[in-house]
């Protein structure tokens, strides 16, 4: 029986259980089941090695497996040489405990797992019969999942998946029975052991297939409709309509019609700068009758400075630039080159190869900062894996990733390449310094996520530089596109947008991977991405539903409501109320979307949920709705800016203007349109009922529900 030296002479404890268990070990049959390929996967299917089970951090009732079975070298040892035996008996298979608890003939916290007459029985105790032999011939070189995508007719359909594994001996098997089946939502779609699906819900589903360390997904679709809607149409307008569109007629979905300009001058104005337009910037684009008017527009908008603001302080929020971590000096300069970037629309390949190859005086050189947000070659390697890959390599940290590719080798290796980084004022390579591996105990070679290792000497930043801002890299281009389309659509075509994996498959497969490729033959323009996604139909969709898309909230069959941004909304409410507000210690007049470091002072910021930009939080933003809405009907930060004499709702009234002049302004200023026949007879019956002594406070009611009105407080 081989037993590997490191595996082995390690465990003195258990000399004398070994003894005993190679005195009654029969000779390894050349026909033995292979450990890693065959034997762990029988554990894997039935959950032993599960983190609810065995492969929990401290393993469950004093015996522990590697999660999933990441380390076979550890479960080798826990399953064959641990408890002298008790485990694997090698003189008597059958009396194994390995074999006795999962098919209940001795208790079991974990029940009765497979039957004595099962395939993973008789496998597990042809491996015990012929001395549980540590040997593996083979690996698995080829996982392949058929079909990953498939569109039913109708609830309770069926779909039956084959899984192929290919090994290094040239062996290809049907491995469907040992494949890890999960549905990303049980109750949408049921999965047998056998690998035979049951669609149980409508819409597009998920379920993961893993099969050692190997992952895969498979997407199934049931249209929300049993019939295509009756006649409508799916207008396109390019590259990313014609994929959307595809998909709405997959799933039976008539598009909501096109928005009419004062919507869509609206989101655009919002989306672009941040900011409101104003109601003459609002008149002369309605009566702009140039068919390209939008184009135009969003031209126009791009090259304003609170476009560079804007985007600025969105970039903001995912370096996390804030003065608590890198200074005030350090802040400042990060994001005032940040603006610098984006005022040149410098290409998303060239910004970050400054970022993570920067050195020298980070008061002065802003790039230089990128490196010292993070506190240690572990962060740093999850840090930039999440902005520049979309993918969150922290879960590969203690053991390989459950969900996805990444290993132990990714994260530390990855770490490695910033482990002579110094991160203080002054950003330089040291002489020495490693990340000691978990596993190994040694110090963890430099390698490229999923990729070969690297020298130990000179600046491995170099090469990570070059493979990540490589037109052919698979994970940046795409990374970059779906933060781009959530910006601008609500949703990102993966969600989370810092969770891209096999696992985890886009909403539009084929458009993300065309957008993607469109994104690098332009040189990475992160602007002529922005146009593209906006010139489309799908951009420009209204946000009222019908009957038919009611339900959609991710195929785009009419645009997705969403909530201002928190420095959005403040800009808001102090442009239509024409009160500042007060940021910090910074004069009256500084706009929200202004601000470089999210710990300037401000209670309506904080309490909207502004990004704190810490490595928690990310670029996630927090705060309570509960908190926030009893502020806005009782604190201060509306109450003040309804009441002010200086503001524009007391300017109006001092100009004489009517109630119906009023009410119209502010519908026009928020919400760029005029009120609705019924809106303005409403109004009118309401304040006209006021004495005219209560006229002022009558008002100053209207504008502060209206303020806090959904509409207002929403880009539809």
């Not at 065995?54 to 999933?68: E, N, P, Q, T, V």
Request: proline share 6%; with cysteine; hydrophobic share 40%.
């Amino acid at each position: 029986m081989h037993v590997p030296t490191a595996s082995f002479w390690n465990l003195a404890t258990h000399a004398c259980g070994l003894a005993v268990l190679l005195l009654f070990a029969p000779v390894a049959s050349a026909q033995a089941p292979d450990f890693e390929t065959q034997v762990l996967p029988v554990l894997t299917r039935v959950g032993c090695n599960a983190g609810a089970c065995h492969g929990a951090a401290i393993g469950r009732g004093g015996f522990k497996l590697s999660l999933l079975g990441y380390d076979p070298d550890a479960d080798f040892e826990s399953l064959v040489l641990e408890l002298k035996g008790r485990r694997v008996n090698l003189a008597q298979p059958e009396k194994s405990l390995v074999l006795r608890k999962p098919t209940g003939q001795v208790p079991h916290e974990g029940g009765i797992k497979f039957g004595i007459a099962s395939e993973g029985f008789d496998l597990l105790h042809k491996w015990i019969e012929a001395g549980a032999p540590r040997q593996s011939h083979r690996t698995l070189t080829k996982l392949e999942i058929s079909p990953t995508k498939k569109l039913l007719a109708d609830v309770g359909d069926k779909l039956t998946l084959k899984v192929t594994a290919t090994f290094s001996d040239g062996a290809k098997e049907d491995v469907t029975r040992w494949t890890l089946l999960t549905p990303a939502d049980a109750d949408a779609v049921r999965v047998s052991a056998k690998g035979e699906l049951t669609v149980l819900r409508r819409g597009q589903h998920t379920v993961m297939a893993r099969f050692l360390g190997e992952v895969g997904c498979v997407t199934v679709t049931v249209p929300w409709h049993a019939n295509a809607p009756a006649g409508g149409a799916w207008p396109s307008a390019n590259l990313i309509d014609q994929h959307v569109n595809t998909t709405l007629k997959e799933l039976n979905l008539l598009p909501s019609s096109r928005a009419p300009d004062h919507v869509f001058i609206r989101r655009v104005f919002l989306d672009l700068i941040g900011t409101l337009p104003e109601p003459k910037e609002i008149d002369a684009f309605m009566q702009d009758k140039r068919g390209d008017k939008r184009e135009r527009l969003v031209d126009e908008l791009m090259k304003r400075p609170e476009f560079v603001d804007y985007w600025a302080y969105q970039w903001g929020d995912l370096l996390r630039i804030q003065s608590d971590r890198l200074q005030p000096q350090g802040a400042a300069a990060f994001h005032e080159w940040v603006r610098e970037q984006v005022a040149k629309n410098t290409p998303l390949d060239k910004m970050a190869a400054e970022m993570l190859l920067a050195v020298g005086d980070a008061y002065s050189k802003g790039p230089a900062n990128f490196s010292r947000v993070p506190n240690d070659p572990l962060t740093q390697a999850e840090y930039v894996s999440q902005v520049f890959l979309g993918v969150r390599l922290q879960c590969a940290n203690c053991h390989n990733h459950p969900l996805d590719r990444w290993t132990q080798d990714d994260y530390h290796g990855m770490a490695a390449i910033f482990a002579k980084l110094g991160r203080g004022r002054n950003i330089a390579l040291k002489a020495n310094g490693e990340v000691i591996h978990p596993r190994t105990g040694k110090a963890a070679v430099p390698r490229l996520p999923g990729g070969p290792f690297l020298a130990k000497d000179g600046d491995p930043r170099k090469d990570l530089t070059a493979w990540l801002t490589d037109p052919d890299n698979p994970f940046f281009a795409k990374a970059a596109v779906n933060r781009l389309w959530k910006a601008l659509m609500g949703r990102g075509l993966v969600e989370p947008v810092d969770d891209l994996r096999a696992t985890n498959p886009a909403t539009h497969p084929e458009l993300l991977a065309e957008l993607a490729r469109d994104f690098v033959k332009n040189g990475f323009d992160i602007r002529h991405t922005m146009k593209l996604i906006i010139a489309s139909e799908a951009y420009q969709r209204s946000s009222l539903t019908t009957a038919n898309n009611k339900a959609d909230d991710r195929f785009y069959a009419h645009a997705l409501v969403r909530s201002l941004p928190p420095v959005v909304l403040v800009d808001a409410v102090a442009q239509v109320t024409g009160v500042p507000e007060k940021l910090g210690n910074y004069l009256k007049g500084k706009r929200a979307i202004e601000l470089g470091d999210s710990k300037v002072a401000s209670v309506p910021l904080d309490l909207l949920g502004r990004c704190m930009r810490t490595p928690d939080t990310g670029s996630a933003a927090g705060g309570g709705t509960l908190t926030l809405a009893l502020h806005k009907i009782n604190g201060d930060w509306l109450n003040k800016k309804v009441a002010d004499a200086s503001g524009t709702l007391h300017l109006l009234i001092q100009g004489k203007k009517n109630d119906a002049e009023i009410v119209a302004y502010f519908y026009q200023a928020g919400l760029s349109r005029p009120p609705t026949a019924k809106e303005a007879a409403h109004w009118q019956q309401r304040l006209a009922a006021v004495p005219a002594a209560e006229r002022v406070a009558a008002l100053e009611d209207f504008l502060w529900a209206f303020l806090n009105s959904a509409e207002f407080g929403c880009n539809h």
